[in-house]
Every structure is written in structure tokens, then in C-alpha cells.
């Protein structure tokens, strides 16, 4: 099939949806984009990022991978973030995993997956990392797993030039971690907020901290 007319049909449905609402949305959508917020998540098509903070276009700024991985030689992360701080001045950075990630069950069965193992390695990383944190149990080791990880990528960002440079600079930012559960459609709040560099590493310990406390 060299054309796929259903999705054409459902994208005028969707405008026409917008515009019936506000009849000039996309005008002054294509004069400019102004977001308070940056997601970067998971490119799951499960975990679509708009939909689940209930915002509309041009109100969230979004970079997806596999795994919502934030890695310091990833060319295409970093420039997302930069643009997204220094450019479009968003005042929150969100880090948002989501229950039941192939890409964390992947790293923690060991699985392979051909190319993508080198991007998984990353989690394979946290998951030594925190080994003595995860249980025996497979589902509950790969829930603690998809938190874990979060964690680790909000002290990513965190530790990044771009997230330091901004707040030298004396700019709002705050770089948070979530978690989304695909079984009911719910957010959760991992309380891993940072809102300058100095608090990083308290706030970091602090969530990992509660990791140890589960496994009494």
C-alpha cells in the first residue's frame, strides 16, 4: 500500500474536531510555540505524553526513545533539552517512565534484541547498579526497575551542562520524575524534584532511599 487514506481521514476529523472547539487554534498555534514544559519519555505508543497530562499542542515540548533514557553523549536528547531550556525558556523538564517498558524487561531478562542492545545497555548499567534494591520477584523487579531508572535519568539531566548552566544563570527549572501505569492510566509522582544543582544529590539519595525501606 503506497498511501494510507485512513490516517488522512482521521487526521481531518481531528481538525475539524479543533476547530469546531476554537476556530482559530491553528492560527495562532503556527504564529508560535511557547511550552512550560518538557517530557521526555518513552517511545512507546502506549504512552502518548499530550494525551496524558490532558494539554494541547504547543503546550508540552516532547522528546521520546526507548526507555525515556537520558544519555550524555546523545547528540539528539541533549539538543532537544537545549532548545527546549534556552530557546523556549520551559520552566519544567519531566522525566516520565511508564510500568511494563520492554526496554527495562529486556535489560533485566538479559534479552537480545539486535542494534537496540547497545541503547539498552544504559538499563543494564542502573539494573547493576541497584541490584541488591530489586526483588526476586519478576513482576515487582520490573516495576522497582522502570522507578529506578527514572530516577537515575531526572539525575542525568540534572548533572547535564544544560540543566547547571541554567541555573547558574539564575533560571527557573525544575527537572522531575514520573511514572506512568499502563493499567490504569495514572501518573505517580516518584518525589525526585530538583530545583537547583546544589539539591541534586540530597534529593537523589532521598529517592533511592525509599527503595531500602520497601525491602524490610
Not at 547493576?128 to 519478576?138: A, E, F, G, S, V
Not at 524534584?193 to 532511599?209: K, M
Request: glycine content about 6%; some cysteine; charged content about 20%.
Amino acid at each position: 500500500m503506497r498511501s494510507l487514506p485512513h490516517l488522512f481521514e482521521n487526521n481531518k476529523a481531528w481538525a475539524g474536531q479543533i476547530r469546531e472547539q476554537d476556530p482559530e487554534f491553528f492560527s495562532k498555534l503556527s504564529q508560535q510555540q511557547s511550552p512550560k514544559y518538557l517530557w521526555i519519555g518513552c517511545s512507546d505508543s502506549r504512552v502518548p505524553a499530550n494525551q496524558i497530562v490532558g494539554l494541547a499542542p504547543g503546550e508540552l515540548f516532547v522528546h521520546r526513545n526507548i526507555a525515556n533514557l537520558v544519555v550524555h553523549t546523545d547528540l539528539n536528547c541533549l539538543s532537544v533539552m537545549q532548545f527546549a531550556v534556552e530557546i523556549l525558556k520551559v520552566e519544567h523538564i519531566i522525566v516520565c517512565g511508564h510500568y511494563g517498558c520492554s526496554g527495562v524487561q529486556a535489560a533485566l531478562r538479559g534479552d537480545r534484541l539486535g542494534l537496540s542492545d547497545n541503547w539498552l545497555r544504559n538499563i543494564e548499567d542502573v539494573r547493576q547498579k541497584h541490584q541488591t534494591r530489586l526483588t526476586n520477584t519478576n513482576n515487582e523487579a520490573h516495576d522497582r526497575l522502570c522507578e529506578l531508572n527514572v530516577i537515575e535519568q531526572v539525575l542525568n539531566v540534572c548533572q547535564t551542562t544544560i540543566a547547571r548552566d541554567a541555573w547558574q544563570r539564575g533560571q527557573s527549572l525544575a527537572v522531575h520524575g514520573w511514572i506512568y501505569g499502563l493499567q490504569d492510566g495514572l501518573l505517580r509522582d516518584l518525589n525526585v524534584t530538583v530545583t537547583n544543582f546544589q539539591e541534586t544529590q540530597s534529593v537523589y539519595a532521598a529517592a533511592i532511599a525509599t527503595f531500602a525501606v520497601r525491602e524490610k
